[in-house]
């Protein structure tokens, strides 16, 4: 089944405690990208990723950090994660390496930052 | 700076009645537009998208039409059904522009009344 995987789908943490997010797709995606999900904010772009090795700031990167060392895998990672951070999250891959293609999404994971 | 804009933030319609949701954008560059779909505790799914090149894309019940000149795309749901209750967001790209960021909107939540 083709799926993009997210881990983990709900965590709770404390200001200052490094975290990562995993995300894998099993479609041989180009694309991928992360996003955060904020009441009255709707989605926006953290970091995409073209490719491996290619990655570029979306909309809200301060405070994150990702990287694409292979194709099927794109973690988000918080390194020092502070309350503002506190969201839902969502990871997405595509065809191709643009931004203009469906992207499939995984079903979010819920952050809370105490 | 909001680039793409989903001014309104609900819509409620009648079961076999149209649907008509809006989204406005300020970047020029833009030339890719999607909408995407989004039930509570899912990830956003792909509904439909149409390129700069067009005035108009159908799929079925769901229909898009872009108006360059006025910045602006609609989407069209006929017949509704209570299954569309969903939020919608609005998305664009710019492929031209060195970036492949999607920017999305705030989303517009839907309710489809049997």
């Known amino acids: 089944e083709a799926q993009v995987t997210q881990n983990p789908r709900y965590l709770i943490t404390v200001t200052g405690k490094k975290l990562t997010v995993t995300c894998s797709q099993n479609?041989?995606?180009?694309?991928m990208s992360w996003y955060r999900q904020d009441p009255g904010l709707g989605l926006r772009q953290i970091y995409y990723?073209?490719?491996?090795?290619?990655?570029d700031k979306g909309d809200v990167p301060e405070g994150y950090k990702v990287s694409r060392k292979e194709k099927r895998n794109f973690p988000l990672i918080l390194e020092s994660p502070s309350p503002n951070q506190t969201s839902l999250y969502f990871c997405?891959?595509?065809?191709?390496?643009?931004?203009?293609?469906?992207?499939?999404f995984g079903d979010g994971t819920r952050l809370s930052i105490l | 700076d909001q680039q793409v804009k989903q001014n309104s933030p609900s819509l409620s319609v009648q079961e076999g009645r149209i649907s008509i949701l809006n989204c406005d954008y300020t970047?020029?560059?833009?030339?890719?537009f999607l909408w995407y779909k989004k039930y509570p505790a899912e990830g956003p799914t792909f509904l439909i998208s149409?390129?700069?090149?067009?005035d108009k894309n159908e799929d079925g019940r769901f229909t898009v039409f872009l108006n360059k000149s006025a910045k602006h795309l609609s989407l069209h749901i006929v017949p509704s059904q209570p299954g569309d209750s969903a939020v919608y967001f609005c998305?664009?790209?710019?492929?031209?522009?060195?970036?492949?960021?999607?920017?999305f909107g705030k989303g517009t939540k839907l309710t489809v009344n049997p």
């Open positions: 997405a891959s595509s065809p191709g390496g643009y931004s203009n293609q469906p992207q499939h």
């Open positions: 479609m041989n995606h180009e694309y």
């Open positions: 998305a664009a790209s710019a492929s031209q522009g060195g970036s492949e960021k999607l920017v």
């Open positions: 990723s073209m490719n491996v090795e290619v990655t």
């Open positions: 970047n020029s560059m833009f030339d890719y």
């Open positions: 149409i390129s700069s090149i067009k």
